[in-house]
């Protein structure tokens, strides 16, 4: 089992910035590729992006790329999300998620283990 807790969502204006981190727990967290992803209301939730276990491979949705950037410390079981630019559109709850696969998976069903989310609310 991992236990994988989110912070650092808040409230910010378009523009504005906001780093989400993902504390693991439980078992060995550099054995797992980590993803991040969202869901708003009303839709389903969606891949944001993800990194290899090693860190070396990351892997971004195209609505995200050059705005957002993904990192990991193994040292520390942490997987950090830097969010830049930030758009009223990326408001949503944030979720990351660990998978067992060696590559990154895009898909929900390809994660193992879930957090329980961090609210990001980007106001216009």
């Known amino acids: 089992q991992v236990q994988l807790v989110e912070s650092g969502g808040g409230l910010v204006q378009a523009g504005g910035s906001l780093r989400l981190s993902c504390a693991a727990s439980g078992r060995t967290f550099s054995r797992y590729a980590m993803g991040w992803f969202r869901q708003a209301p009303g839709k389903e939730r969606e891949f944001v992006t993800g990194?290899?276990?090693?860190?070396?491979?990351?892997v971004y949705a195209e609505i995200v790329k050059g705005r957002f950037t993904i990192r990991r410390d193994n040292a520390v079981n942490t997987v950090y999300l830097q969010m830049n630019s930030l758009k009223p559109e990326d408001t949503a709850v944030y979720y990351c998620?660990?998978?067992?696969?060696?590559?990154?998976?895009?898909?929900?069903?390809?994660?193992?283990?879930w957090g329980q989310g961090t609210q990001v609310t980007v106001s216009s």
């Open positions: 990194i290899s276990w090693s860190g070396v491979s990351t």
């Open positions: 998620a660990a998978s067992e696969r060696t590559v990154v998976p895009p898909r929900v069903k390809d994660y193992d283990y």
